[in-house]
Each structure stands twice: as structure tokens, then as C-alpha cells.
T-cell receptor
Framework: GAGVSQSPSNKVTEKGKDVELRCDPI?????LYWYRQSLGQGLEFLIY????????KSGLPSDRFSAERTGGSVSTLTIQRTQQEDSAVYLC???????????????FGSGTQLSVL | KQEVTQIPAALSVPEGENLVLNCSFT??????LQWFRQDPGKGLTSLLL?????REQTSGRLNASLDKSSGRSTLYIAASQPGDSATYLC???????????????FGQGTILTVHP
């Protein structure tokens, strides 16, 4: 596609429910990243995919958070038993290869605004 | 642990002024530094990327410099316009760990308002 697409753009859920956030990266981009932006906080790294594998998932805040990527394309971030502190904007980004030698830029989607009531 | 700080937190200037945004980072072992722009309710748009071996990058009215040894970068915006109003974020990609390619560390951002 022309850019990184995320859905839904807004999600309101009740505490304790599970949610799934979707990211469609730019076609041909092998690297995919999830970040979280909370009110008053900077952007926080969650997980990085190279193809379908995740060599770095060190930013996932708890075992309630998981992510997968299939076909080297679409990624889903799942949050189980949501808590109010999970409320944030979840941003997805992609880049061509994810390798430093290229010094490549990341392209971000518009994000999913998650509100946990 | 890499930490990124941006100063000022907010800046309001009249149209036409030249301005400088500052970014500092604590660990100089970086691959690159990237400046982003974020508009309300939107994602991030990459403005400039400076490799660790480079000193500056230019794009139109924007110029970003990097002094890796002192852990500093500046974003210079010439002849500012109301359309430049946005939050500006800098982010560094550290070399720590062989698989941490995805881990950009962001500053808190500078909220820029350019008024007519």
C-alpha cells in the first residue's frame, strides 16, 4: 500500500476485555515495529519484527501483551485483560529491511487510540 | 540505558522567524538520529535522518546537525510558517545489542506553534 495502515483508528473497551490492533505495513517492507505513546509520555518501544520473527520483544510491558506477524506482512498486537493503564495510542511503523547498514527511515501509521474504561 | 532529552518542551514564535530545536542523548554509541514531526491525531512523519558518521542533513528549510561525541543534535527551521506548527520528536537508534535494530529511543518532543 501507499503507507502504513492501522485499524481500528479508535477503540474503546471495558477493563478486562481483550483487544486486537492491526497493522498493514508498506508493501515490501520486511521490518515492522510497534510503539506506544501514552498521555504525557514519550514513545515507548514495544516489539520489532524482521519478517515473521521477533528478534526484539523487550518492550512488551507484561505477558498480557503479545504480537504476531504473518506472511511477512500484517501484524496484530493483542492485549489481554485490558487495564486502564493500557490506554494509549499504539503506533506501528515499517522500514525496508530493518538493517542498520542502510540507515533507513521508519514510516509510521496514524495509530490506534485505545481507551480502556 | 539511552535517554533522550528535548529542549524546549514548547516554543511559540511569530511567522518568519528562524528557530532551533535541541536534542541531547546520553549514550553516544548510536547508529543514527532521526527527526520526526507529529501532527495532532496523526502518526509520525520522518523529516531527516543523520547517520552516525554524518554531521548534518538538509531538506528544504530544515537543517539537522549531529555532534555524536557530545551527544547533541539540533534541528534548524528557517523562515518558519504556521504550517510548521506541530510536535517535533528526535529519536536515536543505539548500537547496544546486536538485535536491537528496532529500538528507537525518543525524546518527549518540542511543541512548536508558529503564529501568523
Amino acid at each position: 500500500g501507499a503507507g502504513v495502515s492501522q485499524s481500528p483508528s479508535n477503540k474503546v473497551t471495558e477493563k478486562g476485555k481483550d483487544v486486537e490492533l492491526r497493522c498493514d505495513p508498506i508493501s515490501g517492507h520486511t521490518a515492522l515495529y510497534w510503539y506506544r505513546q501514552s498521555l504525557g509520555q514519550g514513545l515507548e518501544f514495544l516489539i520489532y519484527f524482521q519478517g515473521n520473527s521477533a528478534p526484539d520483544k523487550s518492550g512488551l510491558p507484561s505477558d498480557r501483551f503479545s504480537a504476531e506477524r504473518t506472511g511477512g506482512s500484517v501484524s496484530t498486537l493483542t492485549i489481554q485483560r485490558t487495564q486502564q493503564e493500557d490506554s494509549a495510542v499504539y503506533l506501528c511503523a515499517s522500514s525496508l529491511s530493518g538493517r542498520e547498514v542502510f540507515g533507513e527511515k521508519l514510516f509510521f501509521g496514524s495509530g490506534t487510540q485505545l481507551s480502556v474504561l | 540505558k539511552q535517554e533522550v532529552t528535548q529542549i524546549p518542551a514548547a516554543l511559540s514564535v511569530p511567522e518568519g522567524e528562524n528557530l532551533v530545536l535541541n536534542c541531547s542523548f546520553t549514550d553516544s554509541a548510536i547508529y543514527n538520529l532521526q527527526w520526526f514531526r507529529q501532527d495532532p491525531g496523526k502518526g509520525l512523519t520522518s523529516l531527516l535522518l543523520i547517520q552516525s558518521s554524518q554531521r548534518e542533513q538538509t531538506s528544504g528549510r530544515l537543517n539537522a546537525s549531529l555532534d555524536k561525541s557530545s551527544g547533541r543534535s539540533t534541528l534548524y527551521i528557517a523562515a518558519s510558517q504556521p504550517g510548521d506548527s506541530a510536535t517535533y520528536l528526535c529519536a536515536v537508534r543505539s548500537t547496544q545489542g546486536g538485535t536491537s535494530y528496532g529500538k528507537l529511543t525518543f525524546g518527549q518532543g518540542t511543541i512548536l506553534t508558529v503564529h501568523p
